[in-house]
Protein backbone atom coordinates (compact mmCIF):
# COMPACT_ATOMS: atom_id res chain seq x y z
CA UNK A 1 0.00 0.00 0.00
CA UNK A 2 1.21 3.92 -0.55
CA UNK A 3 4.21 2.16 -2.40
CA UNK A 4 3.77 5.22 -4.80
CA UNK A 5 4.62 7.64 -1.57
CA UNK A 6 7.72 6.13 -0.94
CA UNK A 7 10.53 8.25 0.68
CA UNK A 8 13.32 7.49 -1.15
CA UNK A 9 15.12 6.96 -4.23
CA UNK A 10 16.43 3.61 -2.59
CA UNK A 11 12.43 2.70 -1.34
CA UNK A 12 10.56 3.67 -4.48
CA UNK A 13 10.00 0.59 -6.12
CA UNK A 14 7.34 2.31 -8.47
CA UNK A 15 8.03 2.02 -12.18
CA UNK A 16 5.86 5.42 -13.07
CA UNK A 17 8.44 7.24 -10.75
CA UNK A 18 11.04 6.29 -12.88
CA UNK A 19 9.23 7.06 -15.79
CA UNK A 20 9.15 10.71 -15.03
CA UNK A 21 13.26 10.46 -13.64
CA UNK A 22 12.34 11.17 -10.41
CA UNK A 23 15.66 11.41 -8.43
CA UNK A 24 14.65 11.91 -5.14
CA UNK A 25 12.35 13.81 -3.45
CA UNK A 26 14.11 16.97 -2.58
CA UNK A 27 11.77 19.09 -4.35
CA UNK A 28 10.14 22.33 -3.60
CA UNK A 29 6.97 22.12 -1.86
CA UNK A 30 3.53 24.69 -3.75
CA UNK A 31 2.78 27.57 -1.50
CA UNK A 32 -1.01 26.11 -1.26
CA UNK A 33 -1.65 27.64 2.38
CA UNK A 34 -0.83 31.38 3.09
CA UNK A 35 -0.06 32.18 6.52
CA UNK A 36 0.09 35.69 6.64
CA UNK A 37 3.09 36.33 8.23
CA UNK A 38 5.99 34.32 9.11
CA UNK A 39 5.22 33.52 12.76
CA UNK A 40 1.40 32.11 13.29
CA UNK A 41 0.48 32.36 16.66
CA UNK A 42 -2.75 30.00 17.93
CA UNK A 43 -4.03 32.63 20.57
CA UNK A 44 -6.22 31.22 23.23
CA UNK A 45 -8.38 34.00 22.83
CA UNK A 46 -9.17 33.43 19.37
CA UNK A 47 -10.95 30.12 20.14
CA UNK A 48 -14.62 30.21 20.31
CA UNK A 49 -15.94 29.90 23.70
CA UNK A 50 -18.00 27.10 23.89
CA UNK A 51 -16.64 23.42 23.39
CA UNK A 52 -19.57 23.16 20.76
CA UNK A 53 -18.37 25.79 18.65
CA UNK A 54 -14.10 24.68 19.34
CA UNK A 55 -15.54 21.95 17.72
CA UNK A 56 -17.26 23.36 14.76
CA UNK A 57 -14.17 25.27 13.36
CA UNK A 58 -11.50 22.09 14.54
CA UNK A 59 -14.10 19.94 11.69
CA UNK A 60 -14.18 23.15 9.34
CA UNK A 61 -10.24 22.97 9.60
CA UNK A 62 -10.22 19.66 8.95
CA UNK A 63 -12.36 19.96 5.95
CA UNK A 64 -10.20 22.80 4.80
CA UNK A 65 -6.96 20.62 5.65
CA UNK A 66 -8.79 17.70 2.91
CA UNK A 67 -9.36 20.02 0.36
CA UNK A 68 -5.45 21.36 0.48
CA UNK A 69 -4.33 16.95 0.36
CA UNK A 70 -7.01 17.19 -2.67
CA UNK A 71 -5.05 18.66 -4.64
CA UNK A 72 -2.11 16.73 -5.01
CA UNK A 73 -4.10 13.30 -4.05
CA UNK A 74 -7.96 14.07 -5.09
CA UNK A 75 -9.06 10.30 -4.88
CA UNK A 76 -7.78 10.53 -1.16
CA UNK A 77 -9.11 11.27 2.61
CA UNK A 78 -8.14 12.13 5.75
CA UNK A 79 -9.47 10.33 8.93
CA UNK A 80 -8.73 11.36 12.63
CA UNK A 81 -6.38 8.14 13.64
CA UNK A 82 -4.72 7.26 17.29
CA UNK A 83 -1.29 6.95 16.80
CA UNK A 84 0.33 3.07 17.29
CA UNK A 85 2.91 3.86 19.71
CA UNK A 86 1.01 6.65 21.41
CA UNK A 87 -2.67 6.45 21.11
CA UNK A 88 -3.53 9.15 23.60
CA UNK A 89 -2.80 11.45 20.17
CA UNK A 90 -5.01 11.66 17.76
CA UNK A 91 -4.17 13.10 14.27
CA UNK A 92 -5.70 13.90 10.61
CA UNK A 93 -3.74 11.50 8.64
CA UNK A 94 -4.09 9.90 5.38
CA UNK A 95 -7.30 6.86 5.30
CA UNK A 96 -5.37 3.80 6.06
CA UNK A 97 -7.88 2.28 3.48
CA UNK A 98 -7.43 3.13 0.15
CA UNK A 99 -7.66 1.94 -3.22
CA UNK A 100 -4.86 -0.27 -4.42
CA UNK A 101 -5.04 0.49 -7.96
CA UNK A 102 -1.64 3.11 -8.94
CA UNK A 103 -2.73 6.43 -9.27
CA UNK A 104 -2.76 8.19 -12.55
CA UNK A 105 0.20 9.97 -14.09
CA UNK A 106 -0.90 13.40 -13.21
CA UNK A 107 -1.75 12.48 -9.71
CA UNK A 108 1.81 10.73 -9.56
CA UNK A 109 3.55 13.63 -10.82
CA UNK A 110 1.56 16.13 -8.47
CA UNK A 111 2.16 14.07 -5.41
CA UNK A 112 5.87 13.45 -6.52
CA UNK A 113 6.10 17.59 -6.68
CA UNK A 114 4.67 18.41 -3.69
CA UNK A 115 4.52 15.58 -1.09
CA UNK A 116 2.14 15.59 1.61
CA UNK A 117 4.75 14.06 4.30
CA UNK A 118 2.14 15.28 6.59
CA UNK A 119 -0.76 13.29 6.13
CA UNK A 120 1.73 10.71 8.05
CA UNK A 121 2.95 9.78 11.19
CA UNK A 122 7.00 8.83 10.32
CA UNK A 123 8.50 6.17 12.47
CA UNK A 124 10.55 8.78 13.66
CA UNK A 125 7.59 10.75 14.74
CA UNK A 126 6.21 7.93 17.06
CA UNK A 127 9.24 7.24 18.53
CA UNK A 128 10.01 10.83 19.75
CA UNK A 129 6.68 11.36 20.44
CA UNK A 130 6.45 8.01 22.66
CA UNK A 131 10.18 9.27 24.53
CA UNK A 132 8.16 12.43 24.94
CA UNK A 133 5.51 11.37 26.16
CA UNK A 134 7.54 8.72 28.77
CA UNK A 135 9.61 11.21 29.91
CA UNK A 136 8.23 14.92 30.82
CA UNK A 137 11.08 16.17 32.73
CA UNK A 138 12.65 16.22 29.30
CA UNK A 139 10.08 18.84 28.18
CA UNK A 140 8.48 20.02 31.10
CA UNK A 141 8.49 23.87 31.14
CA UNK A 142 10.65 24.47 28.48
CA UNK A 143 10.49 26.37 25.34
CA UNK A 144 11.27 23.92 22.39
CA UNK A 145 10.74 24.66 18.77
CA UNK A 146 9.79 21.00 16.72
CA UNK A 147 11.91 20.77 13.96
CA UNK A 148 10.16 19.10 10.21
CA UNK A 149 7.22 19.15 12.21
CA UNK A 150 4.93 18.12 9.34
CA UNK A 151 1.85 16.80 11.37
CA UNK A 152 3.53 18.47 14.44
CA UNK A 153 3.02 15.31 16.34
CA UNK A 154 6.26 15.69 18.03
CA UNK A 155 5.31 18.88 19.26
CA UNK A 156 2.22 18.16 20.16
CA UNK A 157 3.09 15.18 22.61
CA UNK A 158 5.91 17.64 24.09
CA UNK A 159 2.66 20.10 24.52
CA UNK A 160 1.10 16.79 26.40
CA UNK A 161 4.25 16.52 28.60
CA UNK A 162 4.32 19.81 30.21
CA UNK A 163 6.04 22.15 27.29
CA UNK A 164 5.46 25.86 27.87
CA UNK A 165 5.91 26.51 24.11
CA UNK A 166 6.31 24.53 21.08
CA UNK A 167 7.31 26.69 18.18
CA UNK A 168 6.35 23.87 14.59
CA UNK A 169 8.92 24.74 12.32
CA UNK A 170 8.14 23.12 8.88
CA UNK A 171 9.11 25.10 4.88
CA UNK A 172 5.64 23.39 3.71
CA UNK A 173 2.70 25.65 4.38
CA UNK A 174 0.17 22.83 4.25
CA UNK A 175 2.57 20.90 7.10
CA UNK A 176 1.94 24.25 9.09
CA UNK A 177 -2.17 23.92 8.62
CA UNK A 178 -1.87 20.23 9.14
CA UNK A 179 -0.18 21.28 12.42
CA UNK A 180 -2.95 23.76 13.48
CA UNK A 181 -5.62 20.85 12.99
CA UNK A 182 -3.85 18.52 14.97
CA UNK A 183 -2.89 21.01 17.55
CA UNK A 184 -6.67 21.81 18.11
CA UNK A 185 -7.69 18.24 17.78
CA UNK A 186 -5.37 17.26 20.79
CA UNK A 187 -6.48 20.21 23.14
CA UNK A 188 -3.02 22.32 22.72
CA UNK A 189 -1.65 25.58 21.21
CA UNK A 190 1.03 25.11 19.19
CA UNK A 191 3.14 28.23 17.31
CA UNK A 192 3.79 28.03 13.46
CA UNK A 193 6.46 28.71 10.96
CA UNK A 194 7.77 27.97 7.91
CA UNK A 195 11.95 28.75 8.92
CA UNK A 196 14.36 29.02 11.98
CA UNK A 197 14.67 32.73 11.13
CA UNK A 198 11.08 33.00 12.85
CA UNK A 199 13.37 32.30 16.25
CA UNK A 200 13.26 35.27 18.97
CA UNK A 201 13.01 33.56 22.22
CA UNK A 202 15.98 31.41 23.80
CA UNK A 203 15.05 28.16 23.20
CA UNK A 204 15.70 25.15 25.53
CA UNK A 205 15.21 21.97 23.31
CA UNK A 206 15.03 21.39 19.55
CA UNK A 207 12.94 18.17 18.62
CA UNK A 208 13.63 16.74 15.09
CA UNK A 209 12.11 13.62 13.62
CA UNK A 210 12.72 12.43 10.17
CA UNK A 211 14.34 15.39 8.30
CA UNK A 212 17.73 13.78 7.49
CA UNK A 213 15.78 11.74 4.73
CA UNK A 214 16.68 14.91 2.86
CA UNK A 215 21.07 15.20 2.39
CA UNK A 216 20.45 18.68 2.41
CA UNK A 217 19.42 18.60 5.85
CA UNK A 218 22.49 17.41 7.30
CA UNK A 219 23.88 20.37 7.84
CA UNK A 220 21.57 21.27 10.86
CA UNK A 221 23.10 18.68 12.62
CA UNK A 222 25.79 21.50 13.49
CA UNK A 223 23.77 24.09 13.40
CA UNK A 224 20.72 23.30 15.87
CA UNK A 225 23.06 23.18 18.93
CA UNK A 226 23.80 26.91 18.32
CA UNK A 227 20.18 27.30 19.14
CA UNK A 228 19.13 25.63 21.77
CA UNK A 229 20.68 23.74 25.13
CA UNK A 230 19.92 20.36 23.95
CA UNK A 231 18.68 18.51 20.63
CA UNK A 232 17.00 15.42 19.71
CA UNK A 233 16.70 13.42 16.77
CA UNK A 234 15.20 10.61 16.03
CA UNK A 235 16.68 9.29 12.69
CA UNK A 236 15.82 5.96 10.16
CA UNK A 237 17.26 7.40 7.06
CA UNK A 238 20.92 7.75 8.02
CA UNK A 239 22.36 3.87 7.95
CA UNK A 240 25.67 4.90 9.57
CA UNK A 241 25.02 7.86 12.01
CA UNK A 242 28.34 9.15 13.15
CA UNK A 243 28.56 12.48 14.36
CA UNK A 244 30.92 13.05 17.22
CA UNK A 245 28.84 15.24 19.11
CA UNK A 246 25.38 13.13 19.61
CA UNK A 247 25.07 10.42 21.46
CA UNK A 248 22.42 7.42 20.71
CA UNK A 249 20.17 7.35 23.56
CA UNK A 250 17.55 4.44 21.94
CA UNK A 251 17.04 2.65 19.06
CA UNK A 252 13.62 1.13 18.55
CA UNK A 253 11.40 -0.81 15.96
CA UNK A 254 8.28 1.21 15.00
CA UNK A 255 6.22 1.72 11.32
CA UNK A 256 5.27 4.72 9.81
CA UNK A 257 1.13 5.58 10.69
CA UNK A 258 -0.66 4.40 7.71
CA UNK A 259 1.76 2.05 7.14
CA UNK A 260 4.00 2.58 4.00
CA UNK A 261 5.58 -0.94 4.35
CA UNK A 262 9.10 0.73 4.01
CA UNK A 263 12.07 -1.44 3.70
CA UNK A 264 12.50 -2.98 6.95
CA UNK A 265 15.63 -0.82 7.70
CA UNK A 266 13.56 2.63 7.85
CA UNK A 267 11.41 0.81 10.89
CA UNK A 268 14.99 1.06 12.55
CA UNK A 269 14.57 3.87 14.82
CA UNK A 270 17.54 5.34 16.70
CA UNK A 271 17.29 8.84 18.96
CA UNK A 272 20.11 10.48 19.35
CA UNK A 273 20.83 13.38 22.10
CA UNK A 274 23.29 16.68 22.01
CA UNK A 275 23.66 18.26 24.96
CA UNK A 276 25.81 21.53 25.32
CA UNK A 277 27.95 19.38 27.92
CA UNK A 278 28.43 16.71 24.98
C1 LIG B 1 9.13 12.99 6.89
S1 LIG B 1 8.35 14.40 7.51
C2 LIG B 1 8.45 14.14 9.27
C3 LIG B 1 7.33 14.85 9.99
C4 LIG B 1 7.27 14.58 11.49
N1 LIG B 1 8.42 15.12 12.16
C5 LIG B 1 7.13 13.12 11.77
O1 LIG B 1 8.11 12.49 12.20
O2 LIG B 1 6.04 12.56 11.53
C6 LIG B 1 9.58 15.67 7.29
C7 LIG B 1 9.02 17.08 7.42
O3 LIG B 1 10.12 17.97 7.51
C8 LIG B 1 9.87 19.09 6.69
N2 LIG B 1 11.19 19.62 6.32
C9 LIG B 1 12.17 19.02 5.61
N3 LIG B 1 13.24 19.81 5.50
C10 LIG B 1 12.95 20.95 6.18
C11 LIG B 1 13.68 22.15 6.43
N4 LIG B 1 14.91 22.33 5.97
N5 LIG B 1 13.07 23.13 7.14
C12 LIG B 1 11.82 22.95 7.61
N6 LIG B 1 11.08 21.83 7.40
C13 LIG B 1 11.65 20.83 6.69
C14 LIG B 1 9.07 18.54 5.52
O4 LIG B 1 8.31 19.56 4.88
C15 LIG B 1 8.20 17.51 6.22
O5 LIG B 1 6.97 18.05 6.64
Not at 50 to 71: D, G, N, P, R, Y
Not at 182 to 187: K, L, Q
Request: hydrophobic share 40%; with cysteine; proline share 6%.
Amino acid sequence: MFGWLRKDKRGSKSQKVKRIGLTDHRILHDRTVSLGSSVTHLDPSDQPASSCMKEISTTAAFKHLETILHQTLPSCALERSPIPLCPSIELALLQAELPQTPLPDDEMRQVLASPAYWCFCWASGQVLAQYLLAHPERVAGKSIIDFGAGSGVVGIAAMLAGAREVLAVDLDPAALAACAVNAAINDVQLTLAPDLNAIQTPIDLIIAADVLYDRDNLHFLDALPTLATDVLIADSRIKNFNHRHYRLLQTQTATTWPDLEEYPEYNQVRLFEHTRSS
